[in-house]
């Protein structure tokens, strides 16, 4: 669907030449929910700019769906531009213009006739759920009712594929769920693709399929989003997953734990994917003489199964403790003792 071949971006600054994006290789299937990730500067904006033409590769070539996005230029590249749409973190909406109007102007220039352009305006206003808000202006909407519009004119003129440039960041938490919600559910209704940068990882987790991480210009790592939570690789992606998954507080629960036991053992479990749906605490209190203590956990959900760690503590003689344990190990549960006395 997506072939990146070998893309570079040199910005010319004034004080020497700057690579944005150094060397990018990656191909996104039909029907994916593709993340990028990194910190500021990482050149996510510019990748994402150059899958729709905004800004030109000074190496290598960004092929969508057998168009070379890369060298088509002109009408061509404006044709090409309507089956490539994207969403905004500040919502580039038009302002002296009310909800129907935005959604209904990327219509207008594609030249579609005026009751045509009404039916399929209201057919957007409900698929991003805005009934009744079709003549409130942009300045009247919350948040992210205004990204929802964003959403409604972006897939105006049925696009293959849709951009999303730090879609969720200028939103509060609740609503971000709500539009990555959308999202999902636009994805899976329309098939569509869908390729959005973010500097969250919370943002992955929640919506995409797989996920690349981008450091200095360069994807460092790249893979299933449950596999990279699993075992991630580079530094860079292991902070990235511990935004997740070990918020400020564990740290200081943990450190608060091993002084509380101090008898028996404290013990990390991680759960992926099918291991997180095993009543595996259940088994072990069944099948060992031991006390189980469930001290704290978490359980989250990605696109491609659950993943989560739980903290346990277990009291009881020696040769049991290493059989629990052993027994863990071979669940396929992700073993770490904490504590041990
Ligand atoms: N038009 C430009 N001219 C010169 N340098 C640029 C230009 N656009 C981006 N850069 C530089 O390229 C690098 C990558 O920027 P880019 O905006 O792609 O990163 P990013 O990961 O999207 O970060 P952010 O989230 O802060 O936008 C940065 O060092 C940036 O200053």
Known sequence: ?????????????????????????????????????????AGKSTLIRMLNGLEQPSE??????????????????????????????????LWSRTVSENISFPLEIAGVPKQERQKRVNELIELVGLEGRGDAYPAQLSGGQKQRVGIARALANDPEVLLCDE???????????????????????????????????????????????????????????????????????????????????TRETIEQLINEYQDGRVIKLSFVGESAEQPVITNLIRSFDL???????????????????????????????????DFLEAASVGVEVITHD
């Open 167 to 249: 879609a969720t960041s200028a939103l509060d938490p609740q609503t971000t769920d709500s539009i990555l919600e959308l999202l999902v559910d636009i994805n899976k209704r329309l098939g569509l693709t869908i390729v959005l940068i973010t500097h969250e990882m919370h943002v992955i987790r929640k919506i995409c399929h797989r996920v690349a991480v981008m450091e200095g210009g360069k994807v460092v790592e790249l893979g299933d989003v449950l596999e990279v939570f699993k075992q991630p690789k580079e530094q860079i992606t292991k902070r990235f997953v511990q935004q997740v998954t070990e918020p400020e507080e």
């Open 291 to 325: 006390q189980v203590n469930i001290l704290q956990g978490k359980i989250s959900q990605t696109q491609n199964g659950a993943y989560g760690s739980l903290f346990i503590h277990l009291h009881g003689k020696q040769d049991e403790l290493d059989r629990a344990i």
């Open 1 to 41: 669907m997506i072939t990146i071949s070998d893309v570079k971006k040199v910005f010319k600054t004034k004080t020497g030449s700057l690579t944005a994006v150094d060397k990018v290789n990656l191909k996104i299937k039909e029907g994916e929910i593709f993340g990028v990730i990194g910190y500021s500067g």
């Open 60 to 93: 290598g070539k960004v092929d969508i769906n057998g168009k070379l996005i890369s060298s088509i230029k002109g009408g061509d590249l404006r044709k090409a531009r309507q089956k490539i749409s994207m969403i905004f973190q500040h919502f580039n909406l």
